[in-house]
């Protein structure tokens, strides 16, 4: 039987490569919808969500500045996948959601993938995928807080150019 901490590390190197993986697998089913990888992201995380979204969330959730996240949208509304509107208590507000035919194309590009993904989970009991649930979720709480303290790190904590190997 392994030990934990050789359980914990397979898990952490395995956690590596599946992340890997899928910005892989992001970038290509991308590329065969003719879209930028973050523009992809939007969208798929735009479609998870009922209500629609602010040009700052959009910009927190694909890790855009508001400039980049504002142009993101810009392409994404004349490509005709999004609707910009602007908020009825405060119009400098505006708010961004999938358009009909967009929601109906972003269902359809996830299908394939969704149950090739959800074919993975086939095996698993119910206790099993509870746990696999928690563990995604805690993840990317993880992940996001990680990112904030990565982003919020001034030079100074960057790596040394001259010491990283070719």
């Known amino acids: 039987m392994e030990k934990r901490s050789d359980l ?53 959730l694909t890790g855009l500045t508001s400039g980049a996240a504002t142009r993101l949208v810009d392409r994404l509304e004349h490509a005709g996948l999004v609707r910009r509107f602007p908020d009825q208590r405060d119009r400098r507000r505006m708010w ?14 996830w299908d394939g993938p969704g149950r090739a993904f959800a074919s993975v989970l086939d095996g698993y009991r119910r206790d099993e995928l509870t746990v696999i649930l928690d563990y995604l979720r805690r993840a990317g709480d993880v ?21 990283r190997r070719a």
């Open 96 to 109: 961004v959601e999938l358009t009909p035919s967009s929601e109906i194309d972003v269902a359809a590009a």
């Open 143 to 163: 992940a996001r807080a990680e990112t904030e303290r990565l982003s919020s790190v001034d030079d100074a904590g960057a790596l040394d150019q001259g010491s």
């Open 8 to 60: 914990i590390d397979a898990i952490t190197d395995e956690s590596r490569r599946h992340y890997a993986a899928y910005v892989l697998f992001n970038q290509a089913l991308a590329a065969r919808l003719a879209l930028h990888p973050s523009d992809l992201q939007c969208l798929s995380l735009l479609s998870l969500d009922a209500e629609p979204r602010t040009i700052g969330d959009v910009a927190t």
